[in-house]
Structure formats: C-alpha cells, structure tokens
C-alpha cells in the first residue's frame, strides 16, 4: 500500500492510514452532531466513505457558539474529470448548503506542471477550464463559492505565500512528500500554495478532500498558529475503487479503470459490464449456492457509497446478492442505470452554468479580487 | 574571502573569483569594442571597476547586427540605500544612454523577507519604496525603463516563473548556493524569480551587476536555452570597499562602514575624516618621507572608482599623495567635497523624480503590465 498525494495503490487499508497520519476516526456521536447541525443526513457519512478527521469536533463548536467556518477543497488539472473526482465535490456541496458557508476551490495548475515531467502549460489550462466548468456544474452556491487558479490568483496572495514558505523548511518537505535531490524547486515550493486557503478567513477552515492530501495538512497545522490563524480541521474521504477492482485508487492515466464525466450511456454501460470487477461466482450455479462476495464487488461498492442512497434499497440488494438470488449482470445494469442518470444531470447542469460567477461575478468571487493577502 | 549573493569577507582577489566563477576578464580589445560602440569612454571600465563578463562580446555582436539587447540589473530592498549600491546603476545609466536600450530593475523584496530571518514584510515594503525613488532618481530613460516589485509584478509571470523552476533542481541550488535541510521553501525557489528577468525579451540580456550576483546567472545559463531564450550576458563590477578598509563590501548592518545617500553634508565629512581607512602614514615626516600607499587607501579609492572622473587629476592625486607631498587630511577634503557635490546631486533629483513612471506609466512601464510570461 502507497498512499501519498500523487500516488495511491495497492489495498489500501484505513485503519492503518489513521493511525499512520495521525487522524481520528468520525465517531459516531460525532456523526450525529454533524448532521444534527446539519439538519439531516448524509449518505457518505452513514455508509462511511468519509471516515476520518481532523478537528471536526472543534469545527461544530465553532458552529454551534455562531462562529461560523469555512469550506475549502481543491482539483489538480491534470486530465479531465472521472466520477471519483467528482464524489468529494457532491460531499462539499452538501455542507456548503447545509451550513451556508463560504467555498473555496483551488484549481491547482502550477502543482500539475511542476509535478508531472512531461506536463505541458497549455494542456493544463485547457484542462483547468473544462474542469472548473465540470466543478461549477456540481452546484455550489454561486454567491458563496470562489474558483481559482494559483497562476490567477497568485498576484493576491504573493506576500502570505512567502510567509508561509518561510516557515517551511526543505527538512520539512524532504520528510513528509519524500522529495530529494532531484525534485524541481517548483514542486519543493508549492505546498506554500495549498496551505494558503487555509488561510484565507480568520473562522476555521474545514478541508472535505480523500484522505492522500492529509499530509499537507500535516504542515499546516505546524505553522497556522504561528501565522495567527487556526489550525486546519479535515475530513477525509476513502478513494474510490477503480472499475477494476478494489485496489488504489481510479488512475487518469488508465482510461478504463474509470467513469468520465465526458462518457456517454453506451459507453458507461459497456466499461461497467466488461470491467466492473465483480463479488459474483463464476458460474450461476455456484452463485446461487454461494453468493456474491460484497466486500470485493465493485458494482456495489459504487452503489453504497453514493449511488444508491436509499438505505433500503441498498439492504435488499446486499441480501438478494449475497445470497445469490440477484446476478451480478443484474446488479450492473442497476449501477449503470443510475450512473447514467447521474450522468445527464450532470452533463445538463454543466452547458448551463455561469462559470463566471464562481471565478469573478459572484459575491464572493468579486470580494475575493479585491483582496491582498499580506 | 566569501563571495556569496548574501555575504562578501575577507580581502577579495578577484581573479581567483574570476577564474573560480569560470567568467572572462573584460580584456583591453572588448574594452575599446564596448567604448567604440557606445562612443565614448567610462571611467568605470578605464578603472577596470567593471572587470569581468560573460558574454559581452555576444552582446556586442548582437548590436553590431542591429539586433540590439536589453538591461537587467536589481536590488534587495532590505535597508536604506549607500552609495556602493548606487555605483552599478550609475553605470547601467550609461549604458542606457549610450545604446538606447530598455533596462529592467527587479525589486526582490520576496528574497529579503525569505532569506532574513528577522525581515517583516511590512518593513520591505517601506524600504522598497524608499529604494525605488532612490533608483529612480539616477535618472534613467523613463520610457524604456520598468522598476518592478517581485511581489507586484508576480501575477504577470508566475507560469514562467513555473517553467524556470521545474528546470532547476534542489541538487542544483543546493550546489550553487550552498542551500541546506534548513533552508526555507521560499528561499529555495527564488532563484527561478532572479532568473525570470532574462527571460524578458528575446534579444540577448546584458547584466551590470557586482559578481556577488553571478551564481544566479550560471543557473540561467544552463538552462536558458532550453526555454528558447539566451543565456544571459553579464558585466561585473568590483566591490566598493568599507570606509574602513579593504576588506569585503559597504555592510548594510554596520551603518559607519558606508555613506548612506540620506546621510547629510556633515555626516559624510565627518564619517570620511574619522572612519576612512588611510594608506597614510602616522606621522607629518613619515609621510612627507615615505608617501602614501595608495593600494589601502579608502579615499583614493573611491576617488579612483568614480568620484574623480578626470583621468589626469587623479594622476595628479596619485603622484601628489604617493610621494608625500600630499596629506591624508587634503585627499580626504577632496572626496568628501566631491561626495557631497554628488549626494545633493541625488537629492534634487529625488525630491523631483516621478517614480509613477518607472513603475506604471512609461512607455516600457505600461507595455510590461499588460504582458503575460507564459
């Protein structure tokens, strides 16, 4: 198992991570206050798929004496977006509507060109535009909501970067990313750039994202008290399976390990019956007999951690599945259904959206370029 | 000796800096070239104060063609200015002049607020502006000159600034500048913004500067090509020496070591009698016996660097003063009245210069803020 911010493989196991990264698990009494205040539910907090935390408890006070916080999260432009992206932002949205709070998306095209040798400036902006389009469509709250890039935006915030940087050391750096002599000093700098959101409001920020980027936060925390702001609270999601099976994480570099927000209904239907890794015997005798093994199948692991939000509904399917009376072609037919329904909302949503208000029209973006932050 | 972008110690042998920096000399041909073309002499290259190069002979190829090229040169804006950081400047001044050339000053106050511990940014910006009136006040051609902050101008170049520092290893700045596990993550990318200026235009770029700054272009020019630029050129000048002596540079942190430009007419007189090292001798007979030894002393120097531009008299001094005839005391009164001339000078220039156009209004001035390096 490898879990760093630009590599995730392997099995990954969780309870490992927390201990490793030094996070606590979402209690459940701590569950029950977040969506007490929240005044509702959320299917991935019950089914678990953000699981870990990092002063979410400290967030709900802050909330609950009226002190607000605030929500930041992020997308690196590398290539266009699969549904695993996607999952965290739907996450996000819910907070943000639930406790109509300030959001901030970083689009983190300097990190994608430094990071990657082969990367090209160019392609990242085409990507970094199709992106934010593709994140605006999720449906954050226009007015509250700022989208940025680092190489927009850097004019605002040169002088806190430098802040942050100078209580960085490459000591630091070399020992929670592994760079070592040959990493570019582009890619040694940056981290400065995704601590800065965190910096953003004097409120607590809270960081919704899958838990490979806790170790940013990690450095965060050493030096935000220091600046005179709080120490970031996280939570932090599990990765989504890839198509293939349940190890790392869907990779952008394996078109068929992963639906994209581009595919269309043929082609979701055809990746998830060809390569949907299935719990399901190989033969319909031996499945009736035995059923299918959930723990393993891809087709239900999408279908619990969103896809299917009806708890019930997802009970009957884990009890005809596992025990044999459902196929696994049924099954996939189920998560392809709703998949593609997911899909077209959201390809709707996206040829409508005014992007423009999130990167600068709205009330919080047209606030956010009259900042400096010094 | 040290010779550092950071420090300068010791009695510096600048020909084993040339020989361990791998410049050239600027020998007397490329001298009379450099001269020739300008059409006319400069006291500072007849006084081998700018003595070292890389390149120049490109530079003057490149005009010859009717290519042309551009000035860059800079400053740290940790402190009020003294006059060895005027000296450079003077210099770029006449080249400007003499090759109608657009000249770039960098104002890095990123590297003083990373590179010193005890710096406040707030503090830098003070003496930025303080700085830049100071560098205005040279006079420089007002359409074809853009003085610029790092933390101003960063919006305007950031994906460059990114394409410079993926090209640069931590192995490389950690060779070059000495850089450690403790050195901050701000301090280890700054150099992409030193070399950013080079990158300015796509003729050849001509560098006065003291050789101190020379490792950063030794970076630049591994690397400059790649990008499809120059390798840069440069012309080094020496360092002006302390009041007290021969060794190192005018120390910003030890305030009777240099003429600062706001020091008043007294001041100057009075630093200059007591603190200027002589190569006087003790006693009226000595010196009337044995001369002074002009290789030591402070005031001949100054005089011989810039402060006595006619040839002929300084040969006179020279002769006077090394022979005995001449007394420290006099040759002391001729620099500090020569000093004195020069400083009100600046300060008239000062009080009247509009800053504006160096920075935003000039012609250069206004062509660089609605560019964008990518």
Known sequence: MAVTPWEVSGRVDYDKLVKDFGTGRI???LRARLERNAGGSNVMLRRDYFFSHRDLDLVMDDYEKGKGFYLYTGRGPSGPMHIGHLIPLIF??????RFKVNLYIEITD???FVCKREAEWGDIGKYADENIRDIAAVGF?????FIFRDSEYVGNVYPMLMKIAKKVTYSTVKAVFGFTNETNIGFIFYPAYQIMPTLFEKGRCLIPAAIDQDPYWRIQRDIAESLGYHKTAAIHSKFLSPLQGAEGKMSSSVRESAIWLEDDEKTVRKKIMKYAFSGGRSTLEEQRKL?????VD????WL???F???DGELKRIAGEYGSGRMLTGEVKELLAKKLNEFLAEHRERKKNVDVKRYTHTGKLAQEMWKKKYV
Chains 1, 2 share one sequence.
């Open 304 to 306: 619990s951690v969103l």
């Open 27 to 29: 209690a459940p009494a």
């Open 291 to 295: 059923g299918a093994d959930l723990s």
């Open 92 to 97: 996000t949205k819910w907070l943000q509507d």
């Open 308 to 310: 299917e939000p009806d």
């Open 110 to 112: 300097d990190e994608k």
């Open 298 to 301: 891809v087709p239900f692991q």
């Open 141 to 145: 709250d226009p007015d509250r909501t």
